[in-house]
């Protein structure tokens, strides 16, 4: 049986399009022009939409990246009483016009109805709720609802699977991204300080395991739920298990690379 998926959003621009596409049906492989990521761990102040907004642009013009992955939660912070997110909200205008200006597809932390813990898809065209957390933590679980299917995006060929933090320790949820044919497994996630190990170790196990790229964007500083410290040290991983790219522990910080 073929796995349950969605392909929610292609992200194709006209300037940069690739001549000829990745065949994932087992036809063969084609060219692809090389995709920059970028993990980005930004300052955050809680429950401030707006501010953590202007924070996620100044990211993305500084990253002038493809692809820029944010941390769980990113733009309300860890409240697990944060008011959901709508897509249109105007608060997010300023990282809709940062994405426009540099073909930036940017992958932000929100609580959305549902009550899901999401991921969502900026672009220069708005934003669109790409994924839903699919395994929960206690706390998290006592308001929200997890997500019922992987995702993966297409990026100029390019597919990319889309995970939040405890997805990463669930060896199912890997296996099903994976399935799908996925390049790229990218995550936003919060570990405090004291667990920094558990996402290098996640990350490693995923990236050697399913012979994909493996990117991590980690929060940084202080948010609720009890994180005073939190472990920051976003990464990318290769196939191999090898971190190419790693962030400090400060918030603003961020790294990119460019794979192809």
């Known amino acids: 049986m073929r796995p349950r998926y969605e392909v929610i959003l292609r992200v ?17 492989a084609e060219s692809r022009t090389p995709l920059r990521l970028a993990v980005v761990q930004p300052p955050c102040v809680p429950l401030d939409v707006a501010e953590n907004a202007r924070a996620h642009a100044a990211a993305v013009r500084a990253a002038r990246a493809r692809v820029v992955v944010f941390p769980e939660l990113s733009l309300t912070g860890y409240e697990l009483d944060a008011p959901v997110l709508s897509v249109d909200d105007p608060r997010l205008a300023p990282l809709v016009e940062a994405c426009a200006e540099t073909s930036t597809l940017a992958l932000a932390g929100a ?3 549902g009550d899901h813990i999401a991921m969502l898809a900026v672009t220069g065209g708005g934003a669109t709720v790409a994924y839903r ?3 929960l933590g206690d706390a998290e679980a006592r308001r929200f609802r997890p997500g019922d299917a992987p995702v993966v995006l297409d990026v100029d060929g390019w597919r990319v ?3 939040v ?3 990463t320790g669930v060896a199912a949820h890997a296996e099903r991204t ?19 190990a558990v996402t290098d170790q996640r990350a490693q196990r995923i990236a050697t395991t399913h012979r994909v790229w493996v990117a991590v964007a980690s929060f940084a500083g202080s948010t609720g739920g009890g994180y005073t410290e939190a472990a920051g040290r976003s990464g990318v991983w290769t196939p191999d298990g090898e971190v190419v790219a790693r962030a400090g522990t400060a918030p603003g ?3 990119s690379v460019t794979i192809g």
């Open 12 to 28: 194709d621009h006209e300037a940069d399009r690739p001549a000829a596409r990745v065949d994932h049906t087992g036809g063969g």
């Open 111 to 113: 609580p959305v109805a």
């Open 133 to 135: 957390k699919m395994w």
């Open 161 to 163: 699977g889309l995970a």
């Open 165 to 167: 933090c405890k997805d």
């Open 178 to 196: 994976a399935a799908l044919g996925v390049d790229v497994y990218a995550a936003g996630v919060l570990e405090s300080s004291r667990d920094a």
């Open 253 to 255: 910080e961020s790294v």
